[in-house]
């Protein structure tokens, strides 16, 4: 998966099947550039038309104390009203695609994540942060509101009230908040995030693809459903495994009592 096309994002295997995705912009917080936005579309693009062997993704910020700061404040400034909608057009459509992409996607989140920064964690499946971390969604203190999903995917997390709370104050929050509101699925010691989002990335990447994808799918497109409709959604993604190569390699390892090898088949 690496391309050394990408200008703004740093594409490395943490291991044969993961694949960790760098915010890499260091000099300013990692902020989002029109660039980065490309670069971002293009990755998850990638990822969604030709996984290849990768099995797990960890998205994380170039450094130690920044995962990304929201967007490129000084690139913004001066920009047109037309040349500003059009740049967030990609933002846009760069965040669908990581939230439509069908591999399991973990925020490792090494530093501060402010505004698009925070929505980008978000957007992924789940989130491990360093508890020296910070969080906001400061878009309100300088005259725009949430625009990559922070308004939909704030309150699915953290409930009604308390995204209200977060969205129109503004105001940042630690890492322990983080966790106890749900935004966070654990708090690590700095420096050590990436270390816990690879284990857990190697323990999917070791689980039949095919039903990591189907059960990432049901989670993500049920949970916007009535539960009956869900429910049949879920039966359908299920059907779909009983016929692959895995569901026999994984009946058959248990009975042998082996580890099996999954195909993705």
């Not at 760098?22 to 971002?40: C, E, Y």
């Not at 509101?181 to 095919?210: D, F, H, Q, S």
């Amino acid at each position: 998966m690496s391309d050394p096309s990408y200008e703004t994002i740093a594409l490395e295997r943490a291991s044969p099947r993961v694949l960790v995705v760098r915010l890499n912009r260091p000099a300013v917080a990692n902020a989002l550039n029109t660039q980065m936005g490309r670069d971002l579309l293009a990755c998850w693009t990638a990822l969604t038309e030709d996984a290849r062997d990768v099995r797990a993704v960890i998205l994380t910020g170039a450094g130690d104390r920044i995962f990304c700061a929201g967007g490129d404040l000084k690139e913004r400034n001066g920009m047109t009203d037309d040349a500003w909608q059009r740049q967030h057009e990609i933002f846009e459509r760069a965040y669908w695609a990581l939230m439509d992409c069908p591999i399991p996607v973990i925020a490792a989140v090494n530093g501060h994540a402010y505004a698009g920064g925070l929505e980008m964690v978000l957007a992924c499946d789940f989130a491990y942060g360093s508890s020296a971390a910070r969080f906001a969604l400061t878009e309100v203190t300088i005259g725009i509101m949430p625009g990559a999903g922070g308004t939909q995917n704030l309150p699915r997390a953290v409930g009604e009230r308390r995204a209200k709370e977060i969205i129109l104050t503004g105001k940042p929050f630690s890492a322990e908040q983080a966790l106890e509101w749900g935004i966070l699925n654990r708090v690590c010691e700095p420096g050590e995030v990436m270390a816990a989002a690879i284990e857990t990335a190697e323990v999917i990447a070791g689980n039949a693809p095919l039903s990591v994808r189907q059960a990432k799918k049901s989670i993500h497109y049920g949970g916007q459903m009535d539960v009956r409709t869900g429910f049949r959604f879920e039966i359908e993604a299920y059907n779909r495994l009983v016929g692959t190569e895995d569901r026999l390699e994984g009946v058959r390892s248990f009975n042998e009592k082996r580890k099996p090898d999954f195909k993705g088949r």
